[in-house]
């Protein structure tokens, strides 16, 4: 008797994540300017969730890049 299956079908292989590239805060944007200071302490800190963090408000900047 052979083993009895314990998954649906076969494991589902994800791509993987490349780097992508971080918004750039937008010129003149006082802003922009301190989430890319808060950023670049984060990075230095290995704190990766601030990084992150920053770099969605960023990108939610109306002329974000």
Known sequence: MSEPKTYPGAPVELPLRLVKLEPTPVEGCPSCTELAKVRDW??????????????????????GH
């Open 42 to 63: 984060a990075r230095a800190g290995n704190d990766q969730t601030t990084v992150i963090d920053c770099n969605v408000l960023m990108a939610r900047h109306p002329n």
